[in-house]
């Protein structure tokens, strides 16, 4: 085993770790530790399972916990209601109960799946995260946040709910297409537009060798992601204040995932574009620099992600899809713009021509 970061969630009693490094999976106690019961459900999906289920199982031998297993479907497009319920089907047809840990075995739709049958099976059981692709390592699997989506708007069913531990093992991303990768680092990115200016000029820097997925960078690029995010949930679990900033780019991006069909522009490919619509919109009000656009689409573009909203959506399109919005308050859209590099605001004080103009032209 390679540990090569360890963070807290700092949540009281309800604090937990976060475990960065290569070959983790290996580290039998690193999940036996946290499953609270004498029994276990993994859930993964037909594309994950293959791959690293026979290490999750081979942990649980090990330690005598009883277990089962979900395959799920892979794909944006799963990420439903009845997909919960396939996972409630099994917890309830092999006699689980409140002791039951479920395991999270996939990415941010697996994450985001199991969470929240986790967070409804007898009103809430224990479950573990093991997120196997960038996006989940650096964001969906931190912070509880669990939901699926609905036809007509992205994660508008769901709960907050927090694992036992995060376990991300960067010997998951060997398998990881291009595109995937590609598609988290977009929430990478985030991090430094909202927060961290100095870490935006490091990802500049390494920008390269992070794409040819060098170990130790990657390794460097989640720890700063998950601290960063740890951070905020501890202030703001709920999403009642400032948390509300880890969404850049994010209303922008699940109008176009919704209106391109759930699974056609994956999650990161979304918010990519969403964020320079945020940049765009924040450079009209002359909040920053037309320097801090230029180089934030440069650094997507590096990062082979769509700068660029797809062409047949209209501004009304847009419009329409944000006013169900979760950060809609009282019929009036709130955005995360940027005050400048590095920091990021949520207000509903913005022009509407203004909007208009990026809707039309980015």
């Known amino acids: 085993m390679n540990l090569k970061h360890q963070l807290n969630v700092d949540l009281a009693d309800r604090s937990y770790p976060i475990f960065i490094g290569h070959n983790l999976l290996q580290q039998h106690n690193l999940i036996t530790d946290y499953i609270k019961g004498s029994s276990a459900v993994i859930v993964s999906n037909t594309t994950v399972a293959p791959l690293y289920l026979d290490q999750i199982t081979a942990a649980l031998n090990s330690a005598n916990i009883r277990f089962d297993t979900v ?30 840990t479920l395991i999270a075995l996939g990415g941010g739709v697996v994450g985001d799946i199991t969470g929240f049958a986790a967070a409804i099976y007898q009103r809430g059981i224990n479950f573990i995260q093991v997120p196997t692709t960038l996006l989940s390592q650096v964001d969906s699997s931190v912070g509880g946040k669990t939901g699926v989506n609905h036809p007509l708007g992205k994660n508008m069913i769901g709960a907050f709910h927090q694992p036992q531990c995060v376990i991300a093992d960067t010997q ?5 297409p291009d595109r995937e990768l590609s598609a988290g680092m977009a929430e990478v990115i985030k991090y430094g537009l909202i927060h961290d200016a100095d870490f ?95 180089r934030t689409v440069e650094l997507l573009s590096k990062a082979n992600l769509p700068v660029k909203s797809p062409g047949e959506m209209s501004p009304q399109q847009f419009m329409n899809i944000m006013a169900i919005d979760k950060k809609v308050d009282q019929g009036v859209i709130k955005l995360v713009l940027l005050e400048k590099l590095g920091k990021a605001l949520i207000t509903a004080d913005y022009q509407a021509d203004l909007l208009q103009q990026t809707l039309k032209e980015c």
Not at 72 to 80: A, H, M, N, S, Y
Not at 243 to 260: D, K, P, V, Y
């Open 200 to 294: 935006f000029h490091w990802l500049e820097k390494n920008i390269s060798q992070l794409m040819q997925r060098d170990t130790n960078l990657l390794s460097e690029a989640i720890h700063v992601s998950c601290k960063t995010k740890a951070d905020i949930v501890a202030i703001d679990e709920k999403e009642s204040g400032i948390r509300a900033i880890l969404n850049l780019g994010h209303t922008f991006g699940h109008a176009i995932e919704s209106a391109m069909g759930y699974g056609n522009w994956l999650h990161g490919e979304a918010v990519a574009t969403g964020m320079v619509m945020a940049v765009d919109l924040s450079e009209r009000h002359q909040w920053i620099d037309d320097q801090v656009k230029s």
């Open 172 to 176: 998951t991303l060997a398998t990881l």
């Open 71 to 100: 395959i799920l479907q892979d794909g944006e497009q799963f990420k439903t209601l009845a997909t919960v319920e396939q996972i409630i089907d099994t917890l309830i047809e092999n006699r689980h109960d409140r002791k039951t």
